[in-house]
């Protein structure tokens, strides 16, 4: 009967084997995402965050300064910020990461974050806070952007790549179409940095950061950047000024700009005389323009560049300017009647002899024909043309000094298509600029969030500025609700593997008669069950690695950021250096697991070799009664 009894233990012990495995898995497995010091341990042992910092940050700083950031686009063509790419500039950049974000805060944040999360998932708490300390990472912008702005030539690099393309894109067809004159890129951009100098923009700018950085550490409650630039608008008339100087073509301003546009309305297209002469609108202004000296060009084109910078400095809403061409107009005179002479001259040549009778009745100089011919005599002949030339000499210079206009009023609206034109709004955006200067406030700040509908992100400001920690609940941790749930259901499995005490009870009375004996079943049980565990799970744990078949599935082959290929090799190492520290941390633990049952195996232990002593010991006394 006692040789079936242990059979059927035996038994017992086998088919329990797999449940006791696979309820220390499941207990371990429970207890480590429901504890937080775990967890805490496990991201440590990872080392996640100081490779980060040690290793993976120089690398990505490195890649920055070699890579061209995009920060705009123009016409669909990005924009690029380039960086000087050598190892200072990939150092001030590492540096300026570590002073807004230092290890210690990151992990820090880290700990707390995962602390509390813990708790709230755990159920043991249902909102928290964290202070993010926000004030304290904001006021270190200022002094990160002024190092940047130093040992980075930002300003330089922002001049070049971002804010001159810009402006060029923007302000030069305004320049182009309102006065005339046109830039190459190279020209804009030595012109830009004549008007606004670096040290101009590298103050301004750092002063403006430093407003922003103060309201939003909640140093300040409000900000207003006032850049003034009505001291850069004279600058921009002696650019112009030079422009002229030294293209000829920009000098000749006043005809394309003035001139030949209000010819249209102000000179016929054709202007007819007798005799079928004609003088196009468009000979007249070539004519008139070659009269027109290079010291007349300089001298009204710089009146006209110096009108409009005056109006740029005025309040008047209208730009208005007259050209007086009076002398060239009248020095071209001369010029008009040799071409109209000459247009004379041929259609006279054409013209065939007749009698001396018959021209006579043909010939007739107060009309507007031709007469049909002209007397053989040649006397007569010359006599003729110069009456015929007289009248057209007569009739040009009255339609030069009666019908040709003295001087020609420009005005914005005018050649732009009327007075809300794309070129007459530019001009009057330029002119605000010109007045108030760069202004951008708070408010203008918080108009452009209302414009996108961003509501939330305000009260988020406020926050932010106020230093208030974040208060995380069921809101904003929707997302985890579902884990929380699940968590709440399976908590109960932490305590799945000690239903095995009784069981091992139930197997060891079943099994043996006398106490000592059970004992010593109870701890064959135990001892075999964690020999078994832990051979087991270190030849399974051996053959599956872990570690490997995780980082095959996050490993990293592509970086949007990161182009070269070391790179992403030296994260990929540090990504698989940090698994595996992940993964032998678990692995320790799920190991760990037999621990409470060793414990509860050293004290069977004890109580059996105190008993087996007591047993002796009564054996003793028993033989020493018996002997006396």
Not at 31 to 51: A, G, V, W
Request: hydrophobic share 40%; net charge negative; charged share 25%.
């Amino acid at each position: 009967m006692l040789t079936i009894r242990k059979i059927i233990a035996i038994l017992l012990i086998f088919i329990f084997t797999p449940f006791f495995i696979i309820s220390l898995i499941i207990s371990q497995s429970t207890s480590f995402f429901q504890n937080s010091k775990t967890l805490n341990q496990f991201i440590n042992e990872t080392l996640i965050i100081e490779n980060f910092y040690q290793v993976i940050l120089p690398e990505i700083s490195n890649e920055i300064v070699k890579k061209e950031i995009e920060v705009a686009k123009i016409n669909d063509q990005p924009i690029y910020l380039k960086f000087i790419p050598d190892e200072s500039s990939s150092m001030v950049i590492n540096d300026i990461f570590i002073n807004l974000l230092p290890e210690e805060y990151i992990s820090e944040i880290s700990e707390n974050l995962v602390t509390q999360l813990s708790l709230y998932i755990n159920g043991d708490i249902d909102e928290f806070e964290i202070d993010f300390k926000f004030g304290q990472r904001i006021s270190s912008i200022g002094d990160s952007f002024e190092k940047a702005v130093y040992e980075l030539n930002l300003v330089q690099s922002l001049s070049q790549d971002v804010i001159i393309p810009i402006s060029y894109n923007k302000f030069s067809p305004t320049i182009s179409n309102s006065i005339g004159i046109n830039f190459t890129d190279e020209e804009f951009s030595n012109y830009f940095q004549t008007v606004m100098p670096n040290d101009w923009l590298e103050q301004n700018l750092i002063n403006g950061v430093n407003e922003i950085t103060f309201y939003f550490s909640g140093e300040s409650d409000d900000f207003n950047i006032n850049i003034p630039v009505s001291d850069r608008v004279n600058l921009i008339g002696e650019v112009f000024k030079d422009k002229l100087q030294k293209d000829e073509s920009a000098r000749t301003v006043v005809f394309t700009k003035i001139i030949e546009p209000m010819s249209k309305t102000m000179i016929k297209s054709t202007n007819n005389f007798n005799y079928g002469i004609s003088l196009s609108r468009e000979e007249i202004i070539k004519t008139i323009k070659g009269k027109a000296s290079d010291k007349w060009m300089k001298e009204e084109s710089g009146k006209f560049i110096d009108a409009f910078i005056d109006h740029l400095n005025s309040d008047e809403e209208k730009f208005l300017y007259d050209v007086d061409i009076t002398t060239l107009r009248d020095a071209a005179i001369e010029n008009f009647i040799i071409v109209t002479s000459d247009r004379l001259d041929q259609r006279v040549e054409n013209l065939p002899q007749c009698s001396g009778l018959a021209a006579l009745f043909t010939i007739n100089l107060k009309s507007p024909d031709l007469p049909k011919c002209l007397p053989e005599d040649e006397n007569l002949r010359e006599n003729i043309s110069s009456a015929l030339h007289e009248v057209i000499k007569t009739q040009v210079t009255s339609f030069v000094m009666k019908s040709l206009p003295t001087s020609f009023k420009f005005s914005l609206s005018q050649i732009s298509g009327g007075k809300n034109s794309d070129i007459d709004k530019s001009v009057k955006d330029i002119k605000g600029i010109m007045k108030k200067g760069i202004v951008f406030s708070e408010q203008d700040f918080y108009e452009i969030l209302l414009d996108s509908n961003n509501q939330n992100f305000k009260e988020n400001i406020d926050l932010v500025r106020k230093d208030i920690p974040v208060k995380f609940d069921s809101d904003n941790l929707e997302m985890l609700e579902p884990v929380k749930t699940i968590t709440k259901r399976i908590s109960p499995l932490s305590y799945l593997q000690w239903i095995f005490i009784p069981i091992i009870l139930l197997i060891s009375f079943l099994a043996v008669n006398g106490l000592r004996k059970k004992i010593k079943w109870a701890l064959s049980i135990i001892g075999f069950w964690i020999l078994f565990y832990l051979i087991l799970f270190t030849l399974v744990w051996g053959f599956v690695s872990p570690d490997k078949i995780i980082f095959q599935i996050i490993k990293l082959t592509e970086i949007p950021f990161i182009t070269e290929p070391k790179t992403v090799e030296i994260i990929n190492s540090e990504l698989s250096l940090s698994i595996s520290n992940g993964v032998t941390f678990i692995r320790n633990q799920f190991l760990s697991a037999v621990l409470p049952w060793a414990t509860i195996f050293l004290v069977l232990l004890g109580i059996y070799f105190f008993l087996q002593k007591n047993n002796k010991i009564s054996k003793y006394l028993n033989s020493n009664k018996e002997s006396s």
